[in-house]
């Protein structure tokens, strides 16, 4: 079965560092993984996907995020966090029937 | 650019009274999804549905929860007697035919009292 662990519950930075947002999978198969972002009362709007293409995989807002088989990882990073960036964001794989799997979040806070 | 629209974004309701919650996917998209999501707990998938029927559902999604599609544009969920654990929020999302990107909604926050 696949999932997804994020390992920060809560990230802080300060604005103008650099994010890192870690998730690892657990997939069977070459997965489908996303990210996902959710700011305070608002849907759930795509960052961006990877889908077995190139291994970096840019995004909106400036974001990235890196598949490395090897490690089973697809962090998410960022190298300067605005404050705008402050959100929930989730990692989410994709199972085989097409459902999607969540990661249990990681709420990103950005210090002025 | 096309989005996923929900109604209402809160419901507050009765335990044991019937809530529909209503979407309306992106025009072209022809799969379409429901989750939840319960207070400080992850995204859980409750139904896919396709060609004018579940193609899977979740252990959650039991025999209280319906979907349809009734018009062509709408897709809706029914809880038929709501529970106090049903508290949460409803997210709807849509995909195109053969594609994997979901879009979602901005979710309905159900409140069951």
């Known amino acids: 079965a696949q999932s997804v662990t994020q390992l920060d519950s809560h990230v802080s930075v300060s604005e103008g560092t650099p994010v890192l947002l870690r998730c690892n999978y657990s997939?069977?198969?070459?997965?489908?993984l996303f990210w996902y972002v959710q700011h305070p009362n608002k849907g759930l709007q795509l960052l961006l996907k990877?889908?077995?293409?190139?291994?970096l995989v840019k995004g909106i807002n400036g974001f990235e995020a890196e598949f490395k088989k090897s490690e089973t990882s697809f962090h998410l990073t960022k190298p300067s966090a605005h404050m705008s960036d402050a959100a929930e964001y989730f990692c989410?794989?994709?199972?085989?029937?097409?459902?999607?799997?969540f990661g249990s979040g990681t709420r990103l806070l950005v210090r002025p | 650019e096309p989005e996923v629209t929900q109604t209402p974004s809160h419901q507050v309701t009765q335990m044991g009274q019937e809530v529909i919650l209503r979407c309306v996917p992106i025009?072209?998209?022809?799969?379409f999804y429901w989750y939840r999501q319960i207070l400080g707990q992850k995204v859980e998938f409750l139904v896919s549905?396709?060609?004018?029927?579940?193609?899977?559902k979740s252990e959650i999604f039991d025999d209280q929860f319906s979907v349809e599609r009734p018009d062509g544009s709408n897709f809706t969920l029914k809880i038929r007697s709501t529970k106090l654990e049903d508290s949460a929020m409803y997210f709807c999302?849509?995909?195109?035919?053969?594609?994997?990107?979901?879009?979602f909604g901005p979710g309905t926050r159900l409140l069951v009292l």
């Open positions: 999302a849509s995909s195109e035919p053969l594609q994997e990107t979901q879009y």
């Open positions: 997939s069977s198969y070459s997965p489908s």
């Open positions: 990877y889908t077995s293409a190139a291994t």
């Open positions: 989410v794989v994709r199972d085989s029937s097409y459902k999607l799997i």
């Open positions: 025009s072209n998209h022809l799969y």
């Open positions: 549905f396709y060609n004018n029927e579940i193609s899977e």
